[in-house]
Nanobody, 122 residues
């Protein structure tokens, strides 16, 4: 069952920007912690960025200085801001999240979205 949903992918020119969003499929959940992964054709899925419940972030070297991960104040959405994109950033981007159920304070771990395609091309 889909618990998180990605959006914001599309076609962007080299050097451009794109912002991806990851939200819980229902507003009864907030996002406790999350990570963005990507998978290019013929390659393994790789970590891009991670944000922990504390707000601490981890950005992989391949995108450091160009990509940023953040959440909104309510922790309903996790963003991946992609700046100065390159053709090698072309991939399907996936969100992996731990969800917090507000009604009973239940922590639910390790949910994947179905991905959003990012294509960098002129």
């Amino acid at each position: 069952q889909v618990k998180v949903v990605e959006s914001g992918g599309g076609l962007v020119q080299p050097g451009g920007s794109l912002r991806l969003s990851c939200t819980a499929y229902s507003n009864i959940y907030s996002i406790w912690a999350a990570a963005w992964y990507r998978q290019a054709p013929g390659k393994r899925r790789e970590l891009v960025a991670r944000i922990r419940q504390s707000g601490a972030t981890q950005i992989e070297d391949s995108v450091k200085g160009r990509f940023m991960i953040s959440t909104d104040s309510a922790k309903d959405t996790v963003f991946l801001q992609m700046n100065d994109v390159k053709p090698e950033d072309t991939a399907v981007y996936y969100c992996n999240a731990d969800l917090f159920r507000r009604s009973n304070s239940e922590l639910m771990r390790d949910y994947w979205g179905r991905g959003t395609q990012v294509t960098v091309s002129s």
